[in-house]
């Protein structure tokens, strides 16, 4: 199965909730009411989203969090690699990295441009779009046209 992990997810849910707040600071503990989700863990959230630049940390009595970017901005691939790193769908779609089969493979140069494909998706997904239900759908047209489009060039 291939999935994001829990972190990436949990990290999506707190951007969520830092957008829903608009310019008012979270605290830490907000965020846990609000999220359910332990407190440890959203502090690991919290380092990784301010570590990678998509939240804005301020300490002190008057301290928390809030967006560095408007929702519009932040890309769901910004927030994928803040937590699992670079994108790679397998060793060899990234950085001209080899595995053990390499030399024997015929296939390791096709999972370059999948992997792409897989970046632009996320890049083109943004946190104001995953907030809405009907991006989904708006999504799946885009790519399906697109799609067509490619074939029918193809052809």
């Not at 965020?31 to 630049?53: E, F, H, N, Q, Y």
Request: aromatic share 4%; glycine share 8%; proline share 3%.
């Amino acid at each position: 199965m291939l999935k994001i992990g829990k972190l990436t997810d949990y990290g999506i849910v707190v951007l969520d909730q830092l957008a829903r707040a608009g310019s008012v600071k979270l605290s830490t503990e907000n965020i846990v009411d609000s999220t359910g989700l332990p407190l440890p863990t959203v502090r690991k959230v919290m380092k990784a989203l301010a570590d990678s630049g998509l939240v804005i940390a301020q300490r002190g009595a008057r301290g928390g969090y809030r967006l560095a970017l408007a929702p519009s901005q932040i890309r769901i691939l910004d927030v994928v690699q803040a937590f699992e790193g670079p994108v790679a769908l397998t060793e060899c779609s990234v950085d001209n990295h080899q595995c053990d089969i390499t030399a024997h493979c015929s296939l390791s140069s096709s999972w370059g441009g999948i992997n792409t494909l897989m970046m632009r998706v996320l890049a083109r997904v943004t946190l104001d779009d995953i907030r809405k239900p009907e991006m989904q759908d708006r999504l799946y047209r885009d790519l399906v046209d697109q799609s067509d489009r490619i074939q029918l060039i193809n052809l």
